[in-house]
T-cell receptor, first 119, second 113 residues
Framework: AQKITQTQPGMFVQEKEAVTLDCTYD???????LFWYKQPSSGEMIFLIY??????QNATEGRYSLNFQKARKSANLVISASQLGDSAMYFCAMREGSSMRGSNYKLTFGKGTLLTVNP | GAVVSQHPSRVICKSGTSVKIECRSL??????MFWYRQFPKKSLMLMAT?????????EQGVEKDKFLINHASLTLSTLTVTSAHPEDSSFYIC?????????FGPGTRLTVT
């Protein structure tokens, strides 16, 4: 079974509108972390936002927020007020186990969602 | 913030030759580094976990004799693709772990002709 599922291969959004990118995960470990990364065409991985399994509140970072629904095992990324520069590939990823142990920090990535922001 | 560099950023090599990719943590020490591989328009797949001073841990299906990993110091891990073939052409990305955070390098695009 896939550990990270991103069901949207591609998404389109109008500039200045909000968009939600879906991510569901599968783990039996009570301690885990969920990440979203942006990968523009240059290839670099840009960290956007992080949600820990024990965090009570949904994470927010500027225009990015993470809609964390633990019971549903979903961690959707919401981008508000989309900009043309947001056009990129977006990956959801998961770390299982404690974050302080280096070997536990390997990430499992979803297949990604290609977001296109239209002017 | 912490910076991870990779060298080279692009490399073209001939079939049968070997190529070495370096991953360096520039302003922090990383006891653990990770090597990922990404095919065009695909996800990142973890190849191996590189531990300073010990053998790398390879993921299932990754040939350890083909993808040699050396983590000789707390700031440097190298990935050597031996006897490269065209199917090894890919984007290779490293990341380094430090104090609960993971930092990615900019990636190396390998083309084997």
């Amino acid at each position: 079974a896939q550990k990270i599922t991103q069901t949207q291969p591609g998404m389109f959004v109008q500039e200045k509108e909000a968009v939600t990118l879906d991510c569901t995960y599968d783990t039996s470990d009570p301690s885990y972390g969920l990440f979203w990364y942006k990968q523009p065409s240059s290839g670099e991985m840009i960290f956007l936002i992080y949600q820990g399994s024990y965090d009570q509140q949904n994470a927010t970072e500027g225009r990015y927020s993470l809609n964390f629904q633990k019971a549903r095992k979903s961690a959707n990324l919401v981008i508000s007020a989309s900009q043309l520069g947001d056009s990129a590939m977006y990956f959801c990823a998961m770390r299982e186990g404690s974050s302080m142990r280096g070997s536990n920090y390997k990430l499992t990535f979803g297949k990604g969602t290609l977001l296109t922001v239209n002017p | 913030g912490a910076v991870v560099s990779q060298h080279p950023s692009r490399v073209i090599c001939k079939s049968g030759t070997s190529v070495k990719i370096e991953c360096r943590s520039l302003d922090f020490q990383a006891t653990t580094m990770f090597w990922y591989r990404q095919f065009p328009k695909k996800s990142l797949m973890l190849m191996a976990t590189s531990n300073e001073g010990s053998k790398a841990t390879y993921e299932q299906g990754v040939e350890k004799d083909k993808f040699l990993i050396n983590h000789a110091s707390l700031t440097l891990s190298t990935l050597t693709v031996t006897s490269a073939h065209p199917e090894d052409s890919s984007f290779y990305i490293c990341s380094a772990h430090s104090q609960g955070e993971q930092y990615f390098g900019p990636g190396t695009r390998l083309t084997v002709t």
